[in-house]
């Protein structure tokens, strides 16, 4: 995966947090049985020598854990966690395997509910508020 549009579209998929990095698999039901992936890792986490070895690390994991357990026609997206930098890679490995099942185990096209934003919630407070002021609610 290269276009940062195909990275937008994952985080609308399931995903599957672990302590090393954050699994995103979205199918994208053009056909093609092909499996993508695709690998971030922000600045937050370290310099170019931190991210670049971590990214090194998820990619050989994605090599060799994708044709085994990965799904067919979709993209995944490993976002490396602070938490993965000094992390074993057998730990990694074995999380990886864990949040591939994990996201197998969800009907395909299920994304999981998520809890609305603050800002959702603060429009939802601030509408209901306005709708009943001033009004009686018997005619």
Do not use: W
């Not at 603050?118 to 709708?131: H, M, Q």
């Amino acid at each position: 995966m290269g276009k940062r549009a195909d990275f937008l579209a994952a985080n609308r998929g399931r995903r599957a947090p672990m302590p090393g990095f954050v699994l995103l698999v979205r199918e994208r039901g053009d056909g093609d049985p092909a499996m993508r992936y695709g690998i971030t890792v922000t600045k937050k986490i370290g310099g170019a020598v931190i991210r670049n070895r971590m990214k090194r690390r998820f990619r050989v994991l994605a090599r060799t854990l994708l044709p085994v357990h990965g799904v067919a026609g979709a993209d995944h997206v490993l976002i490396g966690r602070s938490e993965g930098v000094e992390r074993d890679f057998g730990l990694l490995r074995g999380e990886l395997e864990k949040a591939l099942k994990k996201v197998m185990s969800r009907p395909l096209g299920e994304a999981p509910q998520r809890r609305g934003s603050s800002k959702e919630k603060k429009k939802a407070a601030t509408g209901s508020a306005r709708t009943g002021a001033g009004e009686s609610a018997e005619p």
